[in-house]
């Protein structure tokens, strides 16, 4: 079982850019998470998915930030435009059922200069 | 206002010690609560949890405590070791649906624990 993969591991960026985080779950998890981790404020939801439909999304910051499923092996975190404020470790998870014991991903270190 | 909190941002302890962890939630209607361990540059992963209709839950070396009436729960890790040297967050959800969270674990800001040898 190969958990859950998130690519790519480090991203440095300029300001202003488009960035794209990709994220592939654990096969046969019907729910897929996507946190962002940051000294100030811990790991913090951003959004959440079951049955690649999105169900809360209140934790999104901004309106630049936007998230899909296409598929049930597939997700993506885009920023756009990105700012320096948005350098954090974003983590994808997937659980089986109800959120419950979710599986992380090695997350991904965005640094907007 | 953080609903889950762990006030201890560290924790040293020596090699074959018990070690606790504590933490701390604010909102009664938590009824799943969870630990996780990160090493550096890899994700959290999943060690232990306990529904609120039972007060402990054991699983080899870990324990985990909860006081419903206190809305505290505490991790022992006995004996330590260095190996278990880590972050460790609490984490909270509900198991019944509950305005439309059902799914989310809300997150402490974790405990770095160091097991020196």
């Known amino acids: 079982d190969a958990g859950v993969i998130q690519s790519p591991r480090h991203e440095v960026t300029e300001m202003g850019q488009e960035v794209t985080l990709r994220c592939k779950p654990i096969s046969g998890h019907d729910y897929l998470f996507w946190y962002r981790q940051t000294m100030m404020r811990g790991l913090e939801l951003l959004i959440y998915f079951n049955n690649n439909v999105p169900i809360d999304d209140s934790g999104m910051p901004e309106d630049r930030f936007s998230a899909k499923m296409p598929n049930a092996s597939f997700s993506t975190l885009k920023i756009q435009p990105s700012e320096p404020r948005d350098s954090a470790v974003y983590f994808c998870?997937?659980?089986?059922?109800?959120?419950?014991?979710?599986?992380f991903g090695p997350g991904t270190r965005l640094t907007v200069t | 206002d953080q609903q889950v909190k762990q006030n201890s941002p560290s924790l040293s302890v020596q090699e074959g010690r018990i070690s606790i962890l504590n933490c701390d939630y604010t909102n009664s209607m938590f009824d799943y609560f969870l630990w996780y361990k990160k090493y550096p540059a890899e994700g959290p992963t999943f060690l232990i949890s306990i529904s609120s209709i039972k007060d402990k839950n054991e699983d080899g070396r870990f324990t985990v405590f909860l006081n419903k009436s206190a809305k505290h729960l505490s991790l022992h890790i006995v004996p330590s070791q260095p190996g278990d040297s880590a972050v460790y967050f609490c984490?909270?959800?509900?198991?019944?649906?509950?305005?439309?969270?059902?799914?989310?674990?809300?997150f402490g800001k974790g405990t770095k624990l160091s097991v020196k040898p």
């Open positions: 998870a997937s659980s089986l059922n109800r959120g419950h014991e979710q599986y």
């Open positions: 984490a909270a959800s509900f198991l019944m649906n509950y305005g439309g969270s059902q799914g989310n674990l809300i």
